[in-house]
């Protein structure tokens, strides 16, 4: 047996498992309740968004749904670029100095006299406390960083924008450390052979030419900040969110899918302008005629250049300079309680009851052996449970999908191949599938899976599945469209020939792209799962028995050290997961360049 097929049917036994672990009863409603009829509400109202308001009980001069919706709508938006403007430099500081690429050379390789060693050892100590610190900045959910800093700095707007920004900062930190040691360094090693310094030639080479990775990834992190700015909501911030929360509570159903309609309306824009600057980037720019005229201005005005990038890059500033400037305060402060008190008061509740009564913290032992045996070991097991489910049925799915989301499969002339005359009807069905299958991916991904998790539970009631459900929805667009790039992306030669010589697509795929990119799939899948298991931690909060669960009921009751044992519980099997992706796909890198 092969080894790709052993990792298939080991997915579908660990799907088997964790199905079974969480039980196959759908909802716990009372019995009078009615999931069909409802479901059947809900969903029908989605074919009739409401314009004005349902509640017909509101004062004659309260503000039209629409100006209402479109106020929570600028304030999800501004919340998204207040974060990101203060994530971007920090993410550009540690990633600056999680790479490598900027250290001397002396330095990059073994160490030899002592002064050298001591500044490798620096160098060093420097590099593994940024990596450590944007391990931990984001393997913490932001909506859990949201609630620790809202209890110690009050719940103002700029509170939750700042808590936001440090997870997004670590994310940011990461990818562009990765980015910028991708890049080539042969422009680095000229300069620095030509008497530049190490750190002169990063800025002057190899940072520039990290630039576009740079701005294609910071799109899609403010379409995240996005989402994540919508689920603030829930935890009482003016955001769309909220209005969803408090539509769909009141069963305004056609209120919920106009609110809806918005937010993905909003978050399909950033994506299609994401695709459109890596569409621009991918592909060369189109060089205009050589002019008689030789001089430095005319042949600056005949070189190529796109104006999609600088408009980008003028979007972004604006936007996070609007964000800070227009609109009411962010830093509105509603308590007698001084923020020094505050902090105070929730630094010393982090010590563990225990400790705190006998100064000792020999004490905290049977303390936290006691949380560990009531609840964090079955709020842990559900956790990584609820996570496995969700990514492994997002898989399988976008597994049967991906092939019609790809580009160079779902079109009348696969592979770019020629095999006979289409009919128009023909053409038009293979261009609509493929349409259709890759808007699916990007709507499912569109809206938050707290969201999605929040309006099943009001149908199916309050259990596992519908947290199952919502992640993996949300996971399978993600992965429909990183898998459906990949097959666009891949070496058609193969697939082409199967093509031409009379096979059908599907053969053509399943011989010739996904044998060879199977290593690639399985990347984001390992790397999908760590984002899932923080994702069901904060999904508990919706009075399911998760990690968030606890921590939610810990913060309610202002008992904050029992909450970070829960935080610190989750933390620690994000670090577990990230140390058992990188392994897996190092094993999974080296069998694939033997196979």
Known sequence: MSWRRATVIGFLCLLIVCLSKLGFEFNQLPESAD????????????????????NLSLPADSQPLIIRLLKALLNTLRYAFVAMSMAVPVGLALGFLCSRSWWPTTLQHKATSIPTKLARTTLNLIYLSARFSITFMRSIHELIWVMLFMAFLGDSPLTACIALALPFAGTLAKVFSEIIDEQSANATDHLQLSGASSVSAFFAARFPQSLPDLLTYTLYRLECAIRSSAVLGFIGIETIGLSIKQSYENNYYNEVWTELYLLIFVVMLFDVLGSKVRYRLSTPAVERSTPTDLSLKSLKKCAPSWKLLPLTWSLLLVGSIAAWTLGPPLNVYHSAISRWDRTQVFFEELVPEPVRASNHWNDALPWLRDLWTSNGKEALLNTVLIASSALLLAAVFGYILVPWASRNISTPTPFSSFNGRTSRIKKWLWSTLGFCIRTLFLITRSIPEYI????????????????????AIHNFGILGR?????????????????????????????????????????LFIFYRWETCVRESTILGMLSISSLGYYISIESSFLHYDRMLFYILLGTAVIFISDLISINLRAKLNKSGSHS
Do not use: K
């Open 35 to 54: 999931p069909s009829a409802a479901a059947y509400s809900f969903f029908s109202a989605a074919l009739s968004p409401a314009l004005v308001d349902q």
């Open 452 to 471: 999605i998790a929040f309006l099943l539970i009001g149908i199916l009631g309050a259990h596992a599945w519908p947290l199952v459900i919502a992640l």
């Open 482 to 522: 990183l898998w459906a790039e990949v097959s666009e992306n891949h070496d058609e030669n193969v697939a082409r020939q199967q093509v031409v010589s009379g096979g059908s697509r599907l053969q053509a795929y399943l011989c010739g792209i996904l044998p060879t990119s199977f290593n690639r799939q399985l």
